[in-house]
T-cell receptor
Framework: GQNIDQPTEMTATEGAIVQINCTYQTSGFNGLFWYQQHAGEAPTFLSYNVLDGLEEKGRFSSFLSRSKGYSYLLLKELQMKDSASYLCAVRSEYSTLTFGKGTMLLVSP | DTGVSQDPRHKITKRGQNVTFRCDPISEHNRLYWYRQTLGQGPEFLTYFQNEAQLEKSRLLSDRFSAERPKGSFSTLEIQRTEQGDSAMYLC??????????????FGEGSRLTVL
C-alpha cells in the first residue's frame, strides 16, 4: 500500500516563498508528482520527479529524496492566484497515481 | 480539442437509484482514469483503462460500481443502488503514453453526485 502525508493548511504572504512538504511510504515507486487544484476546479499538473534532486519550472520547484521518502514543492514570489490546494501524488510500478489529501495554501496580501 | 469532458456536471438522486456518468477523454489519449474526491480530501483512485482494457481497479471499489470503455474512446461509470456515502465528485482523467510516463493527467471538471 501507499501512505502520503502533507500538511493540511499553510498560510503565506504575497511575494514570499513557501515550501510544502510531502512524505510518503510506498511498496513500489515510479515517480512523485505535484498537482494544483483551485476550489471547485479540476487538478492541474505542476511537476514530477523520478530521480533525486531539484526540478525547477518558473516560480515553482520540486525536490525529491527517494532514500528519505520525501519531497517538497517550493513556490517563489507568491501571488494571490497561488491560493489553492497542492496535491502530492506517488506512482507505483503501475501507471496509476495515489494522491495525498492536499495542502490548502492561503496567500494573503 | 476542448479537453476532457464529463457529463452530467451535477446529479442529485435518491438512495437506491442507479446513476451513470460519462467521460470523453482528449481524443489522442489512450489511458483513462476514474477518481473520486470528497471535500477536503485528495482524489481517490477508482479504476484505469488502457484503450478498452480495464487494467486496474481499486480494492475500495465495491461491486456496485462498474466502468466500461467499450471502444477505447469514451468511458462510463455506473453506480448501482446508490448510498449516501457515494456522494462525491467523480473525476475522469486521461493521458497519452508519453504523459503516462511523466504523470501528467488531464482532468475533467468532474461530475458531482449528491445522494439524498
Amino acid at each position: 500500500g501507499q501512505n502520503i502525508d502533507q500538511p493540511t493548511e499553510m498560510t503565506a504572504t504575497e511575494g514570499a516563498i513557501v515550501q510544502i512538504n510531502c512524505t510518503y511510504q510506498t511498496s513500489g515507486f515510479n515517480g512523485l508528482f505535484w498537482y494544483q487544484q483551485h476550489a471547485g476546479e479540476a487538478p492541474t499538473f505542476l511537476s514530477y520527479n523520478v530521480l533525486d534532486g531539484l526540478e525547477e519550472k518558473g516560480r515553482f520547484s520540486s525536490f525529491l529524496s527517494r532514500s528519505k521518502g520525501y519531497s517538497y514543492l517550493l513556490l517563489k514570489e507568491l501571488q494571490m492566484k497561488d491560493s489553492a490546494s497542492y496535491l502530492c501524488a506517488v506512482r507505483s510500478e503501475y501507471s496509476t497515481l495515489t494522491f495525498g489529501k492536499g495542502t490548502m495554501l492561503l496567500v494573503s496580501p | 480539442d476542448t479537453g476532457v469532458s464529463q457529463d452530467p456536471r451535477h446529479k442529485i438522486t435518491k438512495r437506491g437509484q442507479n446513476v451513470t456518468f460519462r467521460c470523453d477523454p482528449i481524443s489522442e489519449h489512450n489511458r483513462l482514469y476514474w477518481y473520486r474526491q470528497t471535500l477536503g480530501q485528495g482524489p481517490e483512485f477508482l479504476t484505469y483503462f488502457q484503450n478498452e482494457a480495464q487494467l486496474e481497479k481499486s480494492r475500495l471499489l465495491s461491486d456496485r460500481f462498474s466502468a466500461e470503455r467499450p471502444k477505447g474512446s469514451f468511458s462510463t461509470l455506473e453506480i448501482q443502488r446508490t448510498e449516501q456515502g457515494d456522494s462525491a465528485m467523480y473525476l475522469c482523467a486521461s493521458s497519452s503514453p508519453g504523459g503516462a510516463n511523466t504523470g501528467e493527467l488531464f482532468f475533467g471538471e468532474g461530475s458531482r453526485l449528491t445522494v439524498l
